[in-house]
């Protein structure tokens, strides 16, 4: 149990484009749902966290505007990288959190990751 | 005050050998100490996590040892094998209003050499 997928698990795309990759939850409903970012060899950093309906909360230099998060449901949250640029480039990986009294309530459990890489 | 230091970087072990990596703490709210380990072009795994009302805890070949007055914290993996080899992440969290975040560590990359 506990399973978290994302879609795409890769995409290459051209500056300027908008990428959108997808976080679900897939046999658990999650309340909760992070954001991060992995550089190369580099540890996890939080992106943003998003809570079902309603607006994610971002962390201090991240744009809310480049990265647009949505959390419309309690299995689906994505996120979406507007005009992308090389800069970019990056492991965005999720994570969630299951409802308290269910699970463990601070566990999160993490996708697999999407690599995006802008050309 | 959010920071979780982590050491060493790297680690080089032979099969069969105890790796253990150190974690330290400012914040004294933390209240939840997990350890994940993650292979490369995936995301990462929870192998073990603590919460500050115990000192040590095993799952199998794994141990965290906790030391509150102190504010570290410790993975030890008992008879290293090469499919250990990964990166290991310790975090800290919080309940409360910051929704369970975690904070990493920098992360250290475990060899385990046959």
């Known amino acids: 149990g506990a399973v978290v997928s994302q879609h795409p698990s890769w995409v290459i795309c051209k500056s300027g484009t908008s990428v959108k990759i997808e976080c679900r939850s897939l046999d658990f409903q999650a309340t909760t749902m992070f954001w991060y970012r992995q550089f190369p060899k580099q540890s996890l950093m939080l992106m943003a966290t998003?809570?079902?309906?309603?607006?994610?909360?971002?962390e201090q230099g991240v744009e809310k505007d480049k990265f647009l998060i949505n959390h419309a449901s309690l299995t689906l949250s994505t996120l979406t990288v507007t005009s992308a640029h090389p800069e970019d480039s990056s492991f965005y990986i999720c994570?969630?959190?299951?409802?308290?009294?269910?699970?463990?309530?601070?566990?999160?459990?993490f996708g697999p990751g999407t690599r995006l890489t802008v050309l | 005050q959010q920071q979780v230091k982590q050491s060493p970087q790297s680690l080089i072990v032979q099969k069969g050998g105890i790796s253990i990596i150190n974690c330290a703490y400012e914040?004294?709210?933390?209240?939840?100490f997990p350890w994940y380990q993650q292979f490369p072009g995936k995301g990462p795994a929870l192998l073990i996590a603590?919460?500050?009302?115990?000192s040590e805890k095993k799952e199998g070949r794994f141990t965290i040892s906790f030391n509150k007055s102190a504010k570290q914290f410790s993975l030890h993996i008992m008879d290293s094998q090469p499919g250990d080899s990964a990166t290991y992440f310790c975090?800290?969290?919080?309940?409360?209003?910051?929704?369970?975040?975690?904070?990493f560590g920098q992360g250290t990359i475990l060899t385990v050499h046959p």
């Open positions: 975090a800290a969290g919080t309940g409360g209003t910051s929704y369970g975040k975690l904070t």
């Open positions: 603590i919460r500050p009302d115990v």
């Open positions: 914040n004294t709210a933390f209240d939840y």
């Open positions: 994570s969630a959190r299951g409802l308290a009294g269910l699970m463990n309530y601070n566990e999160q459990f």
């Open positions: 998003s809570n079902e309906g309603s607006k994610a909360t971002y």
